[in-house]
């Protein structure tokens, strides 16, 4: 099973540090990022943890809860949120699925059906769990982004990109290449330019589909 852009995600029980619950239950009314990872204590995965517990004030800002997923169990997510925090002088207060069974792994397709975990494993053997995924209010998905093990996410990107899919949900606009909050957005080609002045206003048509207006 695959998950792709506008689907629901599964409602999934999870087993996290901070106890159980669906995924569907736990998001509630929020905006949602799931990001995932191969193995507790691992370099690049503390660093990256330490990113978005440093982030929380950034996230709450926007309605946005974070999860971390990785395939090690509870007991070691809570002795790696001490490293976490040693890194990063920061707690990270966030939930992290134990994902032992590979449910949720194998349900966001980041991982092959046949995979499980051997005895002795490395990182290698989970390598695909390194993927981001935002999730709206209505339990669908709205990005993925995926990386390989040797390359640390930007967390600069996944708000931007945050900003840019609520700003677009909100109101029904697209953003340019590059997009910054603050910058103009792009007028979508199903609205004409009677519709799109009555809406916005004036707009600049730099080229005959590519219209763009800076919002009030």
């Known amino acids: 099973m695959s998950i792709r852009i506008n689907d629901t995600i599964p409602d999934i029980a999870v087993d996290t540090d901070k106890g159980?619950?669906?995924?569907?239950?736990?998001?509630?009314?929020?905006?949602?990022?799931?990001f995932s990872h191969p193995k507790d204590f691992t370099p690049v995965c503390t660093t990256e943890f330490s990113?978005?517990?440093?982030?929380?004030?950034?996230w709450e800002k926007r309605g946005t809860k974070v999860i971390g997923v990785s395939v090690d169990g509870v007991d070691d997510h809570v002795k790696w949120k001490s490293d976490i925090e040693?890194?990063?002088?920061?707690?990270?207060?966030?939930?992290?699925?134990?994902?032992?069974n590979l449910i949720v792994s194998k349900a966001f397709d980041m991982l092959p059906s046949e995979a499980y975990l051997p005895d002795g494993r490395t990182p290698n053997d989970t390598a695909t769990v390194r993927?981001?995924?935002?999730?709206?209010?209505?339990?669908?998905?709205?990005?993925?982004?995926?990386?390989?093990?040797?390359?640390?996410r930007n967390f600069a990107e996944v708000l931007r990109a945050l900003d840019a899919l609520q700003l677009?949900?909100?109101?029904?606009?697209?953003?340019?290449?590059?997009?910054?909050?603050?910058?103009?957005?792009?007028i979508p080609a199903a609205i004409n330019d009677e519709e799109a002045r009555k809406k916005f206003g004036a707009f600049e048509k730099v080229l005959p589909y590519l219209r763009k207006v800076r919002l009030a």
């Open 20 to 34: 159980m619950f669906s995924l569907h239950e736990w998001i509630g009314n929020s905006w949602a990022i799931l």
């Open 168 to 186: 677009s949900l909100s109101q029904g606009i697209a953003t340019p290449a590059d997009w910054q909050v603050g910058q103009d957005v792009i």
């Open 131 to 152: 993927s981001v995924f935002i999730i709206g209010p209505d339990k669908k998905l709205k990005l993925a982004m995926t990386y390989p093990m040797t390359v640390g």
């Open 86 to 100: 040693s890194y990063g002088n920061h707690k990270p207060d966030f939930p992290i699925i134990a994902d032992t």
């Open 51 to 58: 990113a978005v517990a440093k982030l929380e004030h950034e």
